[in-house]
């Protein structure tokens, strides 16, 4: 009797994953952490804003962390499931799992700077100056978000598509964000064209929750794809023999 692949564990956390990077998403656009911005703003404004928002910055770190690792188990599942389906699609799965990776590595980075400027707040004699050094590369590690889930999206994409395991949706939602990931800053294209500036900012706007969507639509399909099998008796059970 062949044993099949359960996802019980990680489709749930998946969802969570799912859940919170739609909060993670939400940040983005907020990039000083509650400033104008860590690259103007002076130092001490910064400062005073972690200060009297610790609390909630730090819950904000956890949450990030937390969405790492959820994405980490989302994403196993993902690269069991995909190389379970055909060899067709193991070179792209292992590219949305190695991309997987990097993205929770950014999205840790995220959560290390904001505990550690909250930690550095609450010292005594702390520098402003030091705080607002951090808040500039926290703010520089949120804009890698978007680029940094590109490998994700579009390995795990073409994966989708060469093995035929999911929808085609899918396969096509992934690569859409894939594409979204790619397009230049708006700051970049701004003083060659305003107009296609802020139709770049409403993209990349859009490209993480298009990330959120994706991984929130897969994991229905793995869980749907699971019940199936599970109402399906004949799946357990093994050939009978020829002496039957």
Same mark, same amino acid.
């Given at each position: 009797?062949?044993?099949? !692949?359960?996802?019980?564990?990680?489709?749930?956390?998946?969802?969570?994953?799912?859940?919170?990077?739609?909060?993670?998403?939400?940040?983005?656009?907020?990039?000083?952490?509650?400033?104008?911005?860590?690259?103007?703003?002076?130092?001490?404004? !910064? @400062?005073?804003? /972690?200060?009297?928002?610790?609390?909630?910055?730090?819950?904000?770190? /956890?949450?990030?962390?937390?969405?790492? !690792?959820?994405? *980490?188990?989302?994403? &196993?599942?993902?690269?069991?499931?995909?190389?379970?389906?055909?060899?067709?699609?193991?070179?792209? @799965?292992?590219?949305?799992?190695?991309?997987?990776?990097? /993205?929770?590595?950014?999205?840790?980075?995220?959560?290390?700077?904001?505990?550690?400027?909250?930690?550095?707040?609450?010292?005594?004699?702390?520098?402003?100056?030091?705080?607002?050094? =951090?808040? !500039?590369?926290?703010? *520089? &590690?949120?804009? =890698? =978000?978007?680029?940094?889930?590109?490998?994700?999206?579009?390995?795990?994409?073409?994966?989708?598509?060469?093995?035929?395991?999911?929808?085609?949706? =899918?396969?096509?939602?992934?690569?859409?964000?894939?594409?979204?990931?790619?397009?230049?800053?708006?700051?970049?294209?701004?003083?060659?064209?305003?107009?296609?500036?802020?139709?770049?900012?409403?993209?990349?706007?859009?490209?993480?929750?298009?990330?959120?969507?994706?991984?929130?639509?897969?994991?229905?399909?793995?869980?749907?794809?699971?019940?199936?099998?599970?109402?399906?008796?004949?799946?357990?059970?093994?050939?009978?023999?020829?002496?039957?």
């Amino acid at each position: 009797m062949r044993r099949q !692949i359960s996802f019980r564990k990680s489709v749930p956390l998946a969802g969570l994953g799912a859940v919170l990077f739609a909060y993670s998403a939400a940040r983005f656009g907020n990039a000083g952490g509650g400033v104008e911005s860590p690259f103007e703003a002076p130092a001490g404004d !910064i @400062a005073e804003y /972690y200060l009297d928002n610790s609390t909630f910055t730090a819950v904000s770190a /956890y949450l990030y962390g937390l969405a790492a !690792i959820c994405l *980490v188990v989302f994403a &196993a599942g993902m690269w069991r499931r995909l190389t379970e389906a055909g060899e067709e699609a193991g070179g792209w @799965a292992v590219v949305g799992l190695a991309g997987s990776a990097v /993205y929770a590595v950014v999205l840790l980075l995220v959560s290390f700077l904001q505990l550690a400027m909250v930690g550095l707040v609450h010292r005594d004699g702390f520098s402003s100056e030091m705080v607002a050094g =951090l808040a !500039i590369l926290w703010a *520089v &590690a949120v804009t =890698l =978000l978007v680029p940094g889930s590109v490998p994700l999206l579009l390995g795990f994409g073409m994966a989708v598509r060469r093995s035929g395991a999911f929808s085609g949706l =899918l396969a096509n939602f992934a690569l859409g964000g894939a594409l979204l990931g790619l397009l230049p800053p708006p700051e970049v294209i701004g003083p060659l064209s305003p107009a296609v500036a802020s139709l770049f900012f409403v993209l990349s706007e859009l490209q993480p929750w298009l990330l959120v969507f994706w991984v929130l639509g897969t994991a229905f399909v793995i869980r749907r794809s699971e019940n199936a099998g599970e109402a399906d008796p004949s799946a357990d059970r093994s050939e009978p023999s020829a002496a039957e």
